[in-house]
């Protein structure tokens, strides 16, 4: 009995190390700025909040989130913020899908996406810059309707009218995304070639690779 009480928590004990190895955002060596994660309704309530992650209605048909919550680093927050503010006169305004993302998840996504898709999705072994709460997805709703705006794609759409270069689409979807990434690129952020909504904003490397829940952030 007590023979069979060691080998299992031997057993246990071995199976949490190895589990934890594959369970780890990868370490990076260096100095980063400390997380000030923000959450971006705190900062601006008429940010449109669709965090998809938290629905079904995402490309792996589950929600993966289990708060509807999102967060930035400050200064990406605060840019985004002022993003925001620079649409108000057009009529627009902005709609977040995604911001930090626990590595867990993007580990989700990795291991559950074919190969052919990949470039949509990051490799956990590098990281997203989600992971370290530099990354956001937007797009741009209408004021005065409430609306989102069509886009040539849709959000998380694994194919080329995802690209922010794709010629394809009405000119008035063109003109949306041309708008919003006009908008963003003023204000520090960039868009990731594959993906009209995906900007990550500058000085992204200064920050670590987090793992955090939603649940255990302020
Ligand atoms: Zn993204």
Same mark, same amino acid.
């Given at each position: ?8 928590? &031997? =057993?246990? +004990? ?6 934890? !190895? ?9 100095? +980063? ?9 705190? /900062?601006?309530?008429?940010?449109? /909040? ?20 999102? =967060? ?32 867990? &998840? ?26 370290? !709460? ?9 004021? &005065? ?37 006009? &908008? ?14 995906? +900007? ?13 829940? +939603?649940?255990?952030?302020?």
């Amino acid at each position: 009995m007590l023979l069979k009480k060691i080998t299992l928590g &031997v =057993f246990t +004990f071995l199976t949490c190390i190895i589990a934890r !190895g594959q369970t780890q955002p990868p370490v990076e060596k260096g100095d +980063f700025y400390p997380t000030d994660l923000v959450e971006l309704i705190r /900062l601006d309530t008429s940010l449109v /909040l669709d965090i998809r992650y938290a629905t079904a209605a995402n490309f792996t048909g589950r929600p993966v989130y289990t708060q509807a919550r999102a =967060f930035l680093q400050r200064p990406a927050a605060e840019a985004l913020v002022q993003a925001n503010a620079a649409l108000k006169p057009l009529g627009y305004g902005i709609v977040v899908f995604d911001g930090y993302r626990p590595w867990r &998840v993007t580990k989700t996504f990795w291991e559950i996406t074919p190969p052919d898709k990949k470039q949509f999705v990051a490799n956990p072994a590098q990281g997203s810059r989600h992971n370290r !709460g530099c990354a956001v997805d937007v797009s741009l709703v209408n004021l &005065v309707t409430g609306k989102q705006v069509p886009m040539p794609g849709a959000y998380d759409e694994m194919t080329e009218r995802s690209y922010p270069d794709y010629t394809g689409g009405t000119p008035e979807q063109r003109a949306n995304r041309d708008l919003l990434r006009k &908008v963003m690129e003023a204000h520090g952020f960039t868009v990731y070639r594959y993906e009209w909504w995906h +900007f990550d904003y500058q000085g992204w490397q200064h920050y670590r690779l987090l793992d955090i829940p +939603f649940e255990e952030i302020e």
